[in-house]
Nanobody, 129 residues
Framework: EVQLQASGGGLVQAGGSLRLSCAAS????????IGWFRQVPGKEREGVSC???????YYSGSAKGRFTISSDYAKNTVYLQMNSLKAEDTAVYYC???????????????????????WGKGTLVTVSS
């Protein structure tokens, strides 16, 4: 059974940092994409960052330059280091996995949440201004 456990959310002041973790289990960590998405109540879910098993990373415009996604293969965990946080980063953050990667192309680079196969429960990030 595939499971994704997101953690690391919390309350931080604007300009501060947080590191989110997504611990994955139930699939081999050699053919996957894991993405971070976020959602504010009343708004659509949006993609933030994504990484695949080839080490390719992708960032949304709002995340680029401030967030860094990485993976630890030994721990089957993907991290999202978020720096220079802004009030508009406040949201529930979800990690999602696409595995195995489809031959027609991964959803990861497009942040297409409809293409992600598994979702974890979210972790709340609150940035106070």
């Amino acid at each position: 059974e595939v499971q994704l456990q997101a953690s690391g959310g919390g309350l931080v002041q604007a300009g501060g940092s947080l590191r989110l973790s997504c611990a994955a289990s139930g699939f081999t960590f050699d053919d996957y994409a894991i993405g971070w998405f976020r959602q504010v109540p009343g708004k659509e879910r949006e993609g933030v960052s994504c990484i695949n098993s080839r080490g390719n990373t992708y960032y949304s415009g709002s995340a680029k330059g401030r967030f860094t996604i990485s993976s630890d293969y030994a721990k089957n965990t993907v991290y999202l280091q978020m720096n220079s946080l802004k009030a508009e980063d406040t949201a529930v953050y979800y990690c999602a996995a696409e595995t195995p990667l489809p031959h027609w192309g991964s959803s990861c680079p497009r942040f297409d949440d409809r293409g992600m196969d598994y979702w974890g429960k979210g972790t709340l990030v609150t940035v106070s201004s």
